[in-house]
T-cell receptor, first 115, second 118 residues
């Protein structure tokens, strides 16, 4: 079946602009995660959705970052007033039920470049 | 808070040799899961293997096995009979049982860049 998909694959924007990154999880997966991966680092957790609700948003760096999952499937990560330090690859993952041992399957990522 | 340490930034291995990638972890929670992911140059994170903290047996998946030493808090990945296609970044990650405070996400190490030489 289809894996996790993310759009766009690349996004170039100017400092101060607003961007939206989309994630389409594996069908039937109730849990969805966003991570950010900077160059030469492992991914860092941003936010976790269980169904439509954000169960854990403690990884969001500040209030410029916001994510939604209104119907419990597709999720959008929104970044306001982008800064050059936001440049990174944003990864989305989904898992079947969100438990500790539940495997998270990752999408190909969106590479965000803020000029 | 949990922490993953991968002490090998890069490794060169001859094709067909076995390779061990080191991972140590730190957590105060008694229940946790350990994962290994492969990230080729294309960028996608590929799940390789999982080990639960209460699992009695070391996990195996094809050519991958996890050498889990709970007392030492280590979870090394062993790849047998390495192939050229194994060249990639490898990340060790963990997740605790308890929710909230970032525990719902995976905590990753910095990764090991493995290069298989012909």
């Amino acid at each position: 079946g289809a894996g996790v998909s993310q759009t766009p694959s690349n996004k170039v924007t100017e400092k101060g602009k607003y961007v939206e990154l989309r994630c389409d999880p594996i069908s039937g997966h109730t849990a969805l995660y966003w991570y950010r991966q900077s160059l030469g680092q492992g991914p860092e957790f941003l936010i976790y959705f269980q169904g439509t609700g954000a169960a854990d948003d403690s990884g969001l760096p500040n209030d410029r970052f916001f994510a939604v999952r209104p119907e419990g499937s597709v999720s959008t990560l929104k970044i306001q007033r982008t800064e050059r330090g936001d440049s990174a690859v944003y990864l989305c993952a989904s898992s079947l039920w969100g438990g500790q041992g539940d495997t998270q399957y990752f999408g190909p990522g969106t590479r965000l470049t803020v000029l | 808070a949990q922490k993953i340490t991968q002490t090998q930034p890069g490794m060169f291995v001859q094709e067909k040799e076995a390779v061990t990638l080191d991972c140590t972890y730190d957590t105060s929670d008694p229940s946790y899961g350990l994962f290994w992911y492969k990230q080729p140059s294309s960028g996608e994170m590929i799940f390789l293997i999982y080990q639960g903290s209460y699992d009695q047996q070391n996990a195996t998946e094809g050519r991958y096995s996890l050498n889990f030493q709970k007392a030492r808090k280590s979870a090394n990945l062993v790849i047998s009979a390495s192939q050229l296609g194994d060249s990639a970044m490898y990340f060790c990650a963990m997740r605790n049982m308890y929710s909230g405070g970032g525990a719902d996400g995976l905590t990753f190490g910095k990764g090991t860049h493995l290069i298989i030489q012909p």
